[in-house]
C-alpha cells in the first residue's frame, strides 16, 4: 500500500522567491513519484515523475524534484516563483511498474504568490 | 492530438436522482481511469479499466456507483442513488500501454443539493 503526505495545505511566496512544496509518501514497494498541477476549474497536469536513474528529476515550468529514500520525501522545488505558479500542486505515489495513472494523491498544497 | 474529453462540464441533482458522466480518452489510450476529487482533498481513484475490463474497482461503492467501458474506448460513470457527500469533481484520465504518463480532462464538478 502506498500513502502520501503534503506538508502544508497553503503555501505564500512572494514573485521571484524560492518556492518549496514537501512531500513524504510511504511505500511498501520501491515507488514512482510524481507531481501534478491544477489551476482553477483545470484538470490535473504532469509537472515532473521520478521512476528510476537520477534522483533530482527536472520538470516544466522550471520546477524540479529530488527523491530521497532515506527521507522518504520527494519535495519539489522552483527558485524563483513567478505569479503564473499560483495554482494547487498533488504529489502522488504509485507502486513502481505499475500503470503509470494508478495513482494516490496528496492533499495538495495551495501555492499563492504575492507581487 | 485532443485530449481527454469529459461531458458535461457542472452537474446539479437533487439527492436521491441519478447521474451519469462521460469520459472520451485520447485516441488509442487503453487504459482509462476515473478519480473522484473532493474539496480540499486529492483525487482518490474510484476505477481502473484496461480496454474494456476492468482492472480494479476496489474503491468504487458498487451499491450505487457503476462504470463501463463497452467498446474499450469511451466510458460511462454513472452514480444511483446521489448522496450529499457525493457532491466532488470527477476526473477522467488515460494512459497508452506503453507511455509514461496519464493525461487528465478537465473533470465534471457534480454538485449534490
Known amino acids: 500500500a502506498q500513502s502520501v503526505t503534503q506538508l502544508g495545505s497553503h503555501v505564500s511566496v512572494s514573485e521571484g522567491a524560492l518556492v518549496l512544496l514537501r512531500c513524504n509518501y510511504s511505500?511498501?514497494?520501491?515507488?514512482?513519484l510524481f507531481w501534478y498541477v491544477q489551476y482553477p476549474n483545470q484538470g490535473l497536469q504532469l509537472l515532473l515523475k521520478?521512476?528510476?536513474?537520477?534522483?533530482l528529476v527536472k520538470g516544466i515550468n522550471g520546477f524540479e524534484a529530488e527523491f530521497k529514500k532515506s527521507e522518504t520525501s520527494f519535495h519539489l522545488t522552483k527558485p524563483s516563483a513567478h505569479m503564473s505558479d499560483a495554482a494547487e500542486y498533488f504529489c502522488a505515489v504509485n507502486a513502481g511498474g505499475t500503470s503509470y495513472g494508478k495513482l494516490t494523491f496528496g492533499q495538495g498544497t495551495i501555492l499563492t504568490v504575492h507581487p | 492530438e485532443a485530449g481527454v474529453a469529459q461531458s458535461p462540464r457542472y452537474k446539479i441533482i437533487e439527492k436521491r436522482q441519478s447521474v451519469a458522466f462521460w469520459c472520451n480518452p485520447i485516441?488509442?489510450?487503453?487504459?482509462l481511469y476515473w478519480y473522484q476529487q473532493i474539496l480540499g482533498q486529492g483525487p482518490k481513484l474510484l476505477i481502473q479499466?484496461?480496454?474494456?475490463?476492468?482492472?480494479?474497482d476496489s474503491q468504487l461503492p458498487k451499491d450505487r456507483f457503476s462504470a463501463e467501458r463497452l467498446k474499450g474506448v469511451d466510458s460511462t460513470l454513472k452514480i444511483q442513488p446521489a448522496k450529499l457527500e457525493d457532491s466532488a469533481v470527477y476526473l477522467c484520465a488515460s494512459s497508452s500501454a506503453g507511455g509514461s504518463e496519464a493525461f487528465f480532462g478537465q473533470g465534471t464538478r457534480l454538485t449534490v443539493v
Open positions: 521520478y521512476t528510476t536513474g537520477a534522483t
Open positions: 485516441s488509442g489510450h487503453a487504459t
Open positions: 511505500s511498501s514497494v520501491p515507488p514512482y
Open positions: 479499466f484496461q480496454n474494456n475490463g476492468v482492472v480494479d
